[in-house]
T-cell receptor, first 111, second 113 residues
Framework: GENVEQHPSTLSVQEGDSAVIKCTYS??????FPWYKQELGKGPQLIID?????GEKKDQRIAVTLNKTAKHFSLHITETQPEDSAVYFC??????????FGTGTRLTIIP | DTGVSQDPRHKITKRGQNVTFRCDPI?????LYWYRQTLGQGPEFLTY????????KSRLLSDRFSAERPKGSFSTLEIQRTEQGDSAMYLC???????????FGPGTRLTVL
């Protein structure tokens, strides 16, 4: 079936340190993996995505890595800032139209 | 265009009442999606439109739920005879192609008393 597992569910890091969130997916046919940031009371906002023909993608302090063999992908945030505090969701596109989301990681940046 | 918009942002209703939500996608996007999100969970897919055609529906979409996109632009999601279990955030997203970035609206938070 189509399943995405996300860990950890909560993460606290000191401001300026790095944060890493990991996801695994069930279907090797998956070909698109976005990451969303959701602040309280708001809809999910795309922060970065990666397609299955790429192993790594970086955008300023945010990077995503994809290991197709192991069926996992990770979000890396460097030099964390207080405004990075939010809930982060990974998702996978399994070849149909919908996205299947992980259960989310609540990231707290400690000043 | 400022992105996906949804109306209302909040809705409180009594059990048994009908509610309708509206979503306006990004103007050039022909794909429109509805998701439901409960507290502490990720969004769960409900249904999808390509232009005006509803092409996929989740098992989560019971007979009390109906969605339309009559002219291939805005969409409505109606819930009839609401139940307390329908309380959730209802999210709309749109995209230009697939697989591609789905841009989400701010959501409609439904509370059923």
């Amino acid at each position: 079936g189509e399943n995405v597992e996300q860990h950890p569910s909560t993460l606290s890091v000191q401001e300026g340190d790095s944060a890493v969130i990991k996801c695994t997916y069930s279907d090797s046919a998956s070909n698109y993996f976005p990451w969303y940031k959701q602040e309280l009371g708001k809809g999910p906002q795309l922060i970065i995505d990666i397609r299955s023909n790429v192993g790594e993608k970086k955008d300023q302090r945010i990077a995503v890595t994809l290991n197709k063999t192991a069926k996992h992908f990770s979000l890396h945030i460097t030099e964390t800032q207080p405004e990075d505090s939010a809930v982060y969701f990974c998702a996978a596109h399994f070849g149909n139209e919908k996205l299947t989301f992980g259960t989310g990681t609540r990231l707290t940046i400690i000043p | 265009d400022t992105g996906v918009s949804q109306d209302p942002r909040h809705k409180i209703t009594k059990r048994g009442q009908n509610v309708t939500f509206r979503c306006d996608p990004i103007s050039e996007h022909n794909r429109l999606y509805w998701y439901r999100q409960t507290l502490g969970q990720g969004p769960e897919f409900l249904t999808y439109f390509q232009n005006e055609a509803q092409l996929e529906k989740s098992r989560l979409l019971s007979d009390r739920f109906s969605a339309e996109r009559p002219k291939g632009s805005f969409s409505t999601l109606e819930i009839q005879r609401t139940e307390q279990g329908d309380s959730a955030m209802y999210l709309c997203a749109s995209s230009l192609t697939t697989p591609d970035t789905q841009y989400f609206g701010p959501g409609t938070r439904l509370t059923v008393l």
